[in-house]
């Protein structure tokens, strides 16, 4: 399995309580969640499309349902609150969120040599002409006789 993103036995110990006993669906017997699961770190982490998930992991149908199943339930929500409660402070571990990742100046469209913003007396000089001259406005403002 040269390919799988897997979470070892110890992490897995923490993670699979936390997830939802499946019933199965008719005659088919549900599954156990860890492939699941592994199946969607997998998408995560590879940022692929869900069609293109490796059959060891399971149908990529039926993973897809599993997760959008617990995104609607609250399964992940309840699972990150529970992590973050359990995680010991010690400087070992810790958890962010987006609020305080900062994007590299050339994620954010900077383009590469300008070493600082221009003035706006830069642009202005810079910029085309307008297309109606002070003449003409002052004309079109003149009262009609």
Not at 19 to 28: I, Q, S, T
Not at 36 to 50: D, K, N
Not at 97 to 124: F, Y
């Amino acid at each position: 399995m040269g390919g799988r993103i897997g979470l070892p036995d110890e992490e897995w110990s923490l993670i699979g309580p936390l997830l939802p006993a499946e019933g199965g669906r008719g005659c088919r017997p549900a599954g156990d969640n860890r492939p699941f699961f592994e199946g969607m770190m997998w998408i995560a982490r590879t940022g692929a499309q869900w069609r293109h998930l490796p059959e060891e992991y399971g149908k990529w149908n039926s993973v897809f349902r599993r997760y959008r199943r617990w995104v609607t339930t609250g399964v992940f929500e309840a699972m990150l609150e529970t992590l973050a409660g359990a995680v010991e402070r010690d400087g070992r571990a810790d958890m962010i969120d987006s609020t305080v990742v900062r994007a590299h100046h050339c994620a954010v469209g900077i383009k590469k040599g300008l070493a600082r913003p221009r003035r706006l007396a830069d642009r202005e000089a810079a910029s085309p002409p307008n297309s109606m001259p002070a003449a003409m406005s002052e004309v079109a403002r003149s009262p009609l006789s």
